[in-house]
């Protein structure tokens, strides 16, 4: 299996424009996570989905973020307007079952916002 | 992937030691746990898990100890090889639902 992918790998963007990231989870996986990583505050989980459903999105800055799982192979995390503290990196996992069990991650997508 | 920097504990280690790495996690009610290890430009990778009726388990060269008493986690590795020089992370689960929160880390180096 290819594991968790994400792209872009790396983005750099000016304030104001839109991002977008795209993760594709392992096949067979029914939940999907969205982290950001920050030196400041670390590993932070954003939102996370549970056969294409959102199930607590609670972590999720504010407004301008927003996540999408249309099929259970993909998923998006949308920033729009970006703001320079959105940079850092962000990381798709995905696993197979509900509640515990091996979490999966992504290589990550380094986002930049000047 | 981006370790978190500046203010990472840090865990010198002479290759061939073993290491032991800690962990205080905040919710008594959190009933399984993960550490989870990160190199430089990638993503975290799993190494080892343990549910809270455990209080020990092992894995290959890992140990993961438990002690819900006083809510501490720890990760021993034996032998320490240089391919170990990574930050290193613990998680908990909360009893309810499935959410993974994870702990700051902890650089280790891997002197020869």
């Known amino acids: 299996d290819a594991g968790v992918i994400q792209s872009p790998r790396h983005e750099v963007t000016e304030m104001g424009q839109e991002v977008t990231l795209r993760c594709k989870p392992i096949?067979?996986?029914?939940?999907l996570f969205w982290y950001r990583q920050t030196m400041m505050r670390g590993l932070e989980l954003l939102i996370y989905?549970?056969?294409?459903?959102?199930?607590?999105d609670s972590g999720m800055p504010e407004d301008r973020f927003s996540a999408k799982m249309p099929n259970a192979s993909f998923s998006t995390l949308k920033i729009q307007p970006s703001e320079p503290r959105d940079s850092a990196v962000y990381f798709c996992?995905?696993?197979?079952?509900?509640?515990?069990?091996?979490?999966?991650f992504g290589e990550g997508s380094r986002l930049t916002v000047l | 992937g981006e370790s978190v920097g500046l203010h990472l504990p840090t865990l010198s280690v002479q290759e061939g030691d073993n290491s032991i790495i800690n962990c205080a996690y905040s919710n008594s009610a959190s009933d399984y746990f993960i550490w989870y290890k990160q190199e430089s430009g990638k993503g975290p990778q799993f190494i080892i898990d343990?549910?809270?009726?455990?209080d020990k388990r092992q894995g290959q060269r890992v140990t993961v100890l438990l002690n819900k008493t006083v809510k501490h986690l720890s990760l021993q590795i034996a032998a320490t090889q240089p391919g170990d020089s990574a930050v290193y992370f613990c998680a908990e689960k909360g009893a309810a639902g499935n959410k993974l929160t994870f702990g700051g880390g902890t650089r280790v180096l891997v002197k020869p």
């Open positions: 996992a995905s696993r197979q079952g509900d509640y515990t069990g091996e979490l999966f």
């Open positions: 096949s067979g996986h029914n939940s």
């Open positions: 989905f549970n056969n294409n459903v959102p199930i607590d």
């Open positions: 343990i549910r809270s009726n455990m």
